[in-house]
């Protein structure tokens, strides 16, 4: 079931929000981890994955801001998952959650603000 609108980039990708999706055969599945105790902020955030998932993630900020997701816990995003149109899904853990949320809203108050 999608939730939310769908956001793009100027190169194409494009960026559906999913509650509950099952990882389909050729979905390229991730989930990202958390618990960065260094609250870091959202360039540093940034810098912690490799160049080519920058766009993924600037994709994932523009969704939960344009569909007001902002301030959501790692226990009210726990069914949620991005769908990507080049076939990769990410979900989050709690802390994983925590961490982006807390690099979004840049107030280096730590993944524990948004983990439930």
């Known amino acids: 079931m999608n939730k939310g609108k769908q956001v793009s980039n100027s190169q194409g990708l494009t960026l559906d929000i999913h509650i509950g999706y099952q990882v389909q055969e050729g979905d390229n599945g991730n989930t ?12 540093e955030y940034l810098d912690g994955f490799k160049d080519e ?29 991005f769908k990507f149109s080049d076939g990769h899904v990410w979900g989050f853990t709690w802390r994983g959650w925590g961490d982006l949320m807390q690099a979004i809203v840049g107030k280096k108050e730590g993944y524990m603000a948004y983990y439930m």
């Open 53 to 81: 998932y920058v766009p993924h993630l600037l994709l994932i900020r523009q969704a939960i801001e344009e569909n007001n997701l902002i301030g959501y816990t790692g226990q009210d995003a726990d069914d949620l998952y």
């Open 32 to 43: 990202i981890f958390g618990g960065d105790d260094t609250n870091p902020t959202w360039q």
